[in-house]
């Protein structure tokens, strides 16, 4: 423990200086199976979590390096169950562009020339940045060949709520995903994140919180539609006010709770075929990061994590 803040306080000397990350010494921290994670990609990782999302800085030290620990011990992982996969497919410079622009995009960058701007504000490695985006991208495939038959969605359903009302209610919504651990309770686990959440902020107890893959955007999901969402969850949303968050609510996987930002009721012209497949596109995600999360939690018991 004295060696991992010894090594905090180094990180973050170099961090607040503004200093590379080759101006740190690379000390081996952590083994995952045979995978190793050292104190230049904590570095990284920190400066990526912070491109990402700047809120990440009200946050105490030994809180951002835990949250990039965490983060690339997920990664590490998801190397793992690929496989050779992912040594054996590189993504082409237009697939990495779009891949940049819809991580950053929720940061309210949206051009190419402004993302790499502000990610050399950051000293953000390419190639690091890259591989992690790889990792991810092939982790994605690889759940929805996984799972892919496990979807199910109401079509019928969707379009009749579709076509019964041109009014239509939309949610900006941020949420936060977790699991129980260790003989833990809901109550006790909720009452942990409520403090996190009155302390700090929702978007910073997202970054420590949550296990879905918005947790570094500090839990943002964007603008939902009401029929996008199941009747279970539009209840709980309905129920509060803006700014306010729910009660854990039970989903596979673990528990979510919803903090709603904003809402407005727009009248539209519905393009009919476009919104059935936005709506059916949401909902896919949704479940595939339920089952990304089952499967990981799964896997994650069989992995050996050493701190060295």
Partial sequence: ??????????????????????????????????????????????????????????????????????????????????????????????????????????????????????????????????????INAIWNQFIYDKYASNIKIDTEKLKQDILKDENQTEYLLSEIFFDLQNNQSLDEKFD?????????????????????????SGGKIGWISENSVSPKILKKISEIKINEHTNPITIPGGFLILKLNEKRTTKRKIEFEEELNKIIKIKTNEQLNQFSNIFLNKIKKDVIINEL
């Fill in 1 to 134: 423990m004295i060696k991992f803040l010894r090594i905090i306080t180094i990180i973050f000397f170099f961090i607040l200086n503004g200093y590379a990350a080759l101006a740190v010494e690379n000390k081996i921290l952590l083994k995952v199976n045979n995978e190793l994670i050292t104190s230049i990609d904590i570095l990284n990782e920190i400066n990526y979590l912070k491109s990402i999302n700047q809120n990440i800085n009200k946050l105490e030290n030994n809180k951002i390096f835990e949250i990039a620990r965490n983060s690339l011990i997920k990664d590490k992982i998801k190397e793992i169950a690929i496989g050779q996969i992912v040594n054996k497919i590189e993504i082409n410079d237009k697939d990495f562009k779009r891949i940049l622009i819809s991580n950053y995009s929720k940061a309210g960058y949206t051009e190419i020339e402004k993302i790499d701007e502000h990610l050399a504000k950051f000293n953000i490695n390419k190639e690091m940045l890259r591989k992690k985006m790889t």
């Fill in 192 to 216: 942990i994140i409520k403090k996190g959440i009155k302390e700090k902020g929702f978007e910073n107890s997202a970054l420590i919180y949550s296990i879905s893959e918005t947790s570094t």
